[in-house]
Nanobody, 118 residues
Framework: QVQLVESGGGLVQAGGSLRLSCAASGSVFSINNMGWYRQAPGKQRELVATIGRAGRPNYADSVKGRFTINRDNANNTVYLQMNSLKPEDTAVYYC????????????WGQGTQVTVSS
């Protein structure tokens, strides 16, 4: 099992910045990809950014150039630096991780609210 705990959400004005953190615990040695997804009210959960164990990032088009994902494997933590925030970035942000251990496992954090005011 893997447990994911997010932190760093909050309220910010448009154009501002926030940094999200997600700390993994449990069976962390076999974690492969980590990443962030978000869900706005009335919308489906969508990918924001993911990063593999080797550090290769993948971003949604809507956040490219504004958000940066990075990962600290030694501390089993993934970060999302969000700059130039827009009101449309308002959502609950969820940390995600996956691993293989004879089967595929996928884990979610509890979510952290990000609100961007105009």
């Amino acid at each position: 099992q893997v447990q994911l705990v997010e932190s760093g959400g909050g309220l910010v004005q448009a154009g501002g910045s926030l940094r999200l953190s997600c700390a993994a615990s449990g069976s962390v040695f076999s974690i492969n990809n980590m990443g962030w997804y978000r869900q706005a009210p009335g919308k489906q959960r969508e990918l924001v950014a993911t990063i593999g164990r080797a550090g290769r990032p993948n971003y949604a088009d809507s956040v490219k150039g504004r958000f940066t994902i990075n990962r600290d494997n030694a501390n089993n933590t993934v970060y999302l630096q969000m700059n130039s925030l827009k009101p449309e970035d308002t959502a609950v942000y969820y940390c995600n991780a996956d691993r293989w251990s004879s089967s595929y496992y996928n884990y979610w954090g509890q979510g952290t609210q990000v609100t961007v005011s105009s």
